[in-house]
């Protein structure tokens, strides 16, 4: 499927990614953007995010993110990028509801499929390599190339991670070949971190905890804490992958507090666990060695009910 069969006849387009937009996230709504701005002028596009960190805005596009406000809006294409069920679009749904045609984009294994048209591939990296593929590689201009970039470098944590395939180094390839500045992009938009940043990221190593044999580390940040340091939950972007690395431990959780009771929990992996079985199990999703899941409960009902699923896995995993 290329982009092009969808476009026609097309005069406006609403794009939205996942609530609590990522790099990945970001970068698939703004090259697209600006895929559409170079190559189609005639078409109207609008990004709806919530809020994206301001480190995105390295991007060429990113003052064109808008927030959803509430307002009726009809466009005869809806594109949904990066979101691996509809309830991920958050106020922005609505606006892929009442869309004439809809196009979901993704490569979530949890993604069961939605919208009129669906191009998920489980397999890829990122959405920005699903979106990639969709798009004319010559028509691809360093911006839109400087976006997709960012997103495929993202979740694969700089094309470390197991999703990171020789597709994906071939694509990030033929993007890098459109001139881009891509150590700029990282070192602004990966690996920068603020004073605040790190603090919280220090104490987030200082107070871990290891369990299950060493196999498995936790860390916990409070609101109070995020409160007192004046950082946001995309300050805390990192710290999970920061504890995976620990040496000895196959799998780290960590989770930060949204409201009483109330924990957002990230799930890493190393080569053993499919952490993604275990977030759906409580109903959430992700990848085989990323997930997450907004869970109830106090940090240790949490923990205790998430341990046991890691433990089967890996005693299954000696015993295979």
Request: include cysteine; hydrophobic fraction near 40%.
């Amino acid at each position: 499927m290329r982009l092009e069969t969808i476009l026609q006849d097309v005069k406006s387009v609403g794009l939205a990614g996942h609530i609590r937009p990522d790099g990945d996230s970001v970068g698939a709504c703004v090259g697209l953007w600006n895929y559409l701005k170079d190559n189609y002028p005639q078409i109207q596009a609008d990004i709806w995010l919530e809020q994206p960190d301001r480190k995105f805005s390295i991007l060429e596009g990113y003052e064109m993110i808008r927030q959803p406000d509430g307002e009726e809006r009809k466009y005869d294409l809806f594109i949904s990028l990066d979101a691996a069920d509809r309830n991920r679009l958050g106020a922005a749904l609505p606006y892929f509801e009442s869309a004439a045609r809809t196009l979901c984009v993704d490569h979530h294994i949890s993604n069961k499929g939605f919208g009129d048209e669906k191009v998920i591939d489980a397999g890829a990296s990122s959405a920005c390599e699903v979106l990639f593929r969709l798009l004319e590689p010559e028509k691809i201009s360093r911006n839109t190339a400087a976006a997709l970039y960012m997103g495929i470098a993202h979740d694969t944590g700089v094309f470390q991670y197991s999703c990171t395939s020789p597709e994906t180094m071939r694509v990030a390839a033929a993007l890098m070949e459109k001139g881009i500045p891509y150590s700029r992009i990282l070192e602004e938009t990966y690996y920068k971190k603020t004073y605040l940043q790190n603090q919280v990221l220090g104490r987030a190593l200082l107070e871990s905890m290891r369990l299950l044999g060493g196999r498995c580390i936790v860390s916990v940040t409070r609101k109070k804490d995020m409160d007192f340091f004046g950082v946001q939950p995309t300050d805390l972007e990192g710290i999970v992958s920061q504890l995976r690395l620990t040496e000895g431990v196959e799998v780290a959780i960590y989770l930060y507090e949204i409201g009483n009771h109330e924990f957002k929990v990230s799930l890493r992996s190393k080569e053993l666990v499919d952490v993604s079985e275990i977030a759906s199990y409580f109903g959430g999703g992700g990848h085989v060695r990323a997930a997450g899941v907004t869970m109830q409960g106090t940090f240790h009902d949490i923990v205790n009910n998430l341990t046991p699923h890691i433990e089967r896995q890996l005693a299954d995993q000696e015993t295979a």
